[in-house]
């Protein structure tokens, strides 16, 4: 298996545009989590989903940041408008299972946002 | 809300010698118990868990689990500057169904 695929690996836009990002699980996982890496904050989870329903969106931080899954295949994270504040590194993983079973990390998207 | 807390570092350690990496978590309901290695500019990748108070070694790794103190440990004898990362602790909650939560991380450094 490949592991989880994300795309872009790196992605510069200026303030206020739209920005997407996307995820391919492991084949097989039904649990698909986004992260974002901060230096100050660490990892943190934005939301995640089970069978393609999102679970627990209680990390993202605003109405500006929504994700999708539209198949056990692929997931979007999507932010608009985008400001400097959400430069981080989005880190997409999968799991066989829940929180206590191994989550397998995609590369990263690193975002900066000028 | 769960809590996942660590010394960020960084802890530098020469060669060959033991590091010790130290996390404390908020609930003790917690079950399971997490250790992910990242390096610089890579994504987190698991090298450890464990679920029952006590110690469980693999190769080089030692992880400790101490439930009523709420605090888990990993040691790495023999340390190789290929050691060099953060190392993040992770927790789930108890309720099936949801995500880790990480802490922060601690980053080492090993000397040649």
């Known amino acids: 298996d490949a592991g989880v695929i994300q795309s872009p690996r790196h992605e510069v836009t200026e303030m206020g545009q739209e920005v997407t990002l996307r995820c391919k699980p492991i084949?097989?996982?039904?649990?698909l989590f986004w992260y974002r890496q901060t230096m100050m904050r660490g990892l943190e989870l934005l939301i995640y989903?089970?069978?393609?329903?999102?679970?627990?969106d209680s990390g993202m931080p605003e109405d500006r940041f929504s994700a999708k899954m539209p198949n056990a295949s692929f997931s979007t994270l999507k932010i608009q408008p985008s400001e400097p504040r959400d430069s981080a590194v989005y880190f997409c993983?999968?799991?066989?299972?829940?929180?206590?079973?191994?989550?397998?990390f995609g590369q990263g998207t690193r975002l900066t946002v000028v | 809300q769960k809590e996942v807390e660590q010394n960020s570092g960084p802890l530098s350690v020469p060669e060959g010698a033991i590091a010790s990496l130290n996390c404390t978590y908020s609930?003790?309901?917690?079950?399971?118990f997490f250790w992910y290695r990242q390096y610089s500019g890579k994504s987190p990748e698991l090298i450890m868990f464990?679920?029952?108070?006590g110690d469980k070694e693999d190769g080089r790794f030692t992880a400790q689990l101490n439930k009523a103190s709420q605090y888990v440990s990993l040691l790495i004898r023999d340390s190789q500057p290929s050691d060099s990362a953060t190392y993040l602790c992770?927790?789930?909650?108890?309720?099936?169904?949801?995500?880790?939560?990480f802490g922060k991380g601690t980053t080492l450094s090993v000397s040649s």
């Open positions: 609930d003790r309901g917690s079950q399971s």
């Open positions: 084949s097989g996982h039904d649990y």
């Open positions: 992770a927790v789930p909650p108890d309720r099936a169904g949801t995500a880790l939560i």
């Open positions: 989903f089970n069978n393609n329903v999102p679970i627990d």
């Open positions: 993983a999968s799991s066989r299972g829940p929180g206590y079973t191994e989550a397998f």
């Open positions: 464990i679920y029952s108070n």
